[in-house]
Antibody, heavy 117, light 106 residues
């Protein structure tokens, strides 16, 4: 059974750094494209970043240069390192598995990141 | 940057058919998928690659995509279908979501 479990969220001051994690089970994170998607309180979904099975990465313009996506294949875990955090980065962060390059077929339960200004 | 536009809200009576649209430039040339999100829950994929239903998703959900518009259709709408719905497509190595549509069943 595929499961994604995020952790590491919390309250952080503006300008600070935080790393959130997504532990996967039921498949190898290295075999799929994996993304982070966020949702600000009361708002819609916003894609943040992807790491491809080959290891290349892409980012939304809003986080480029501040966030870094990575994975640890030995731990089967996805990470998002977030630096220079801003109030507008406050959101629930979901990790999501891309099944075929076009859609996210499994989502975690999300972890809340709150940036205080 | 690429944009997907959805109506903020759609209302439907129980048992009737609900249609939610998603518009974007030449969207028909891309694969579009749809997610359902209920309050306090993670999104759930309900339609992928324009018309396909994941295992476990009721046949009442269907999708189409042509020209500049993709459409999610829910037939025989039930109270349990009340939720936010998001369309999504990829453009230039970026996943793009529509703004979401709140479906109200009344």
């Amino acid at each position: 059974e595929v499961q994604l479990v995020e952790s590491g969220g919390g309250l952080i001051q503006a300008g600070g750094s935080l790393r959130i994690s997504c532990a996967a089970s039921g498949f190898a994170v290295s075999s799929k494209y994996m993304s982070w998607v966020r949702q600000a309180p009361g708002k819609g979904l916003e894609w943040v970043s992807v790491i491809y099975s080959g290891g290349n990465t892409d980012y939304a313009d809003s986080v480029k240069g501040r966030f870094t996506i990575s994975r640890d294949n030995s731990k089967n875990t996805l990470y998002l390192q977030m630096n220079s955090l801003r109030a507008e980065d406050t959101a629930v962060y979901y990790c999501a598995r891309d099944s075929s390059g076009y859609e996210f077929d499994y989502w975690g339960q999300g972890t809340l990141v709150t940036v205080s200004s | 940057s690429y944009e997907l536009t959805q109506p903020p809200s759609v209302s439907v009576s129980p048992g009737q058919t609900a249609s939610i649209t998603c518009s974007g430039d030449k969207l028909g040339d891309k694969y579009t998928c749809w997610y359902q999100q209920k309050p306090g829950q993670s999104p759930v994929l309900v339609i992928y690659q324009d018309t396909k239903r994941p295992s476990g998703i009721t046949e009442r959900f269907s999708g189409s995509n042509s020209g500049n518009t993709a459409t999610l259709t829910i037939s025989g709408t039930q109270a349990m279908d009340e939720a936010d719905y998001y369309c999504q497509a990829w453009d230039s190595s970026t996943a793009v979501f529509g703004g979401g549509t709140k479906l109200t069943v009344l």
